[in-house]
């Protein structure tokens, strides 16, 4: 499986350009973008057509700038583009989970609600990889410091290592951007604005 991601691009065209490029010059099998197309979701039925237009299946979530209810009515009528958050999507070996918004919460009560849902929907396939995508990163991790301070989510962390998904793609510390980290066997991904090939 090859996924080319990407995260917080925040209204800029030019990078929405870039990542539009790597997918024709890569061919990725998927393309998933954690969050924060917008800045408080201006432009933001401009903005997913021209996700559109790539032409790949693409998979999104809403960010910390987006409303879930915004970003839901924004996909209706995409061909190509597939709203992710609360929702479990199988392609080829691999099974998809999202879950968007938030990025400032330590404890996230709604997404250890959620998880119930992505176990039930895993166990349907056994045989696939999980890919978790979040917009805020897990707790202590590369990709959710700010200087020396960890500043991410704790019921992301507690997830990935009770049921150890095979790859996280998170967003919303833009310090971090493409970097990666583990915790035991799941890779960590912050893919940046400009995207990032993947394979899993």
């Given at each position: 499986m090859k996924i080319l991601a990407?995260?917080?691009?925040?209204g800029?065209?030019?990078?929405?350009?870039?990542?539009?490029?790597?997918?024709?010059?890569?061919?990725?099998?998927?393309?998933?973008?954690a969050g924060d197309l917008t800045i408080f979701q201006q432009h933001l039925e401009k903005l997913m057509g021209m996700l559109d237009s790539?032409?790949?299946?693409?998979?999104?979530i809403?960010?910390?700038?987006e409303t879930e209810g915004g970003m839901r009515k924004a996909v209706r009528g995409k061909k190509n583009l597939t709203f992710l958050h609360k929702r479990h999507l199988a392609i080829k070996d691999c099974v998809f989970a999202g879950y968007g918004g938030g990025g400032f919460a330590v404890i996230d009560a709604d997404f250890e609600r959620h998880t119930k849902n992505i176990l039930r929907h895993k166990a349907e396939h056994p045989e696939k990889k999980l890919i978790l995508v979040t917009h805020g990163p897990p707790y202590n991790t590369r990709l959710d410091r700010i200087g020396k301070n960890p500043?991410?989510?704790?019921?992301?962390?507690?997830?990935?290592?009770?049921?150890?998904?095979?790859?996280?793609?998170a967003g919303h510390i833009h310090e971090n951007f493409r970097k990666r980290d583990r915790i035991g066997k799941t890779r960590l991904v912050n893919p940046g604005p400009q995207g990032n090939i993947i394979q899993i």
């Open positions: 990407f995260t917080d691009v925040h800029v065209v030019s990078f929405i350009r870039i990542v539009r490029e790597k997918a024709k010059k890569h061919r990725p099998d998927v393309i998933i973008f790539f032409g790949f299946p693409l998979l999104l809403h960010g910390n700038h500043c991410g989510n704790k019921s992301v962390r507690a997830f990935i290592e009770r049921h150890k998904p095979d790859l996280v793609i």
